[in-house]
């Protein structure tokens, strides 16, 4: 079983940066994919980025490409979301999430994750 719980979201003016952290429990962290989700008020849940098990490959979704990076540290225990250049149409609530097979390619599916944490609110003001 594997515990997440998120911190650092918060209210940011436009242009802005955040640092959201995902701190997991569990054995066997260092070997699942890592990803972080958002939703925002009547939209549908969306992969936002991803991290494999040992963190040599990422995903990000073209709206925050360039903009976002996701990074993670085995020994902490710890995922993280670099959120620069931020926008009016990022406000949502983040969710970090982790897959339940261990060395699983599919990071970047989002179908493939199966623990959830209980999300942090990400406001950016225009």
């Known amino acids: 079983q594997v515990q997440l719980v998120e911190s650092g979201g918060g209210l940011v003016q436009a242009g802005g940066s955040l640092r959201p952290s995902c701190a997991a429990s569990?054995?066997?962290?260092?070997?699942?994919?890592m990803g972080w989700f958002r939703q925002a008020p009547g939209k549908e849940r969306e992969l936002v980025a991803a991290?494999?098990?040992?963190?040599?490959?990422?995903y990000y979704t073209d709206s925050v490409k360039g903009r976002f990076t996701i990074s993670r540290d085995n020994a902490k225990i710890t995922v993280y979301l670099q959120m620069n250049s931020l926008k009016p149409e990022d406000t949502a609530v983040y969710y970090c999430?982790?897959?339940?097979?261990?060395?699983?390619?599919?990071?970047?599916?989002?179908?493939?994750?199966?623990?959830w944490g209980q999300g942090t609110q990400v406001t950016v003001s225009s």
């Open positions: 999430a982790a897959q339940r097979r261990s060395y699983s390619p599919n990071y970047a599916s989002g179908a493939a994750y199966d623990y």
């Open positions: 991290i494999s098990w040992n963190g040599g490959r990422t």
């Open positions: 569990g054995r066997t962290f260092s070997t699942y994919p």
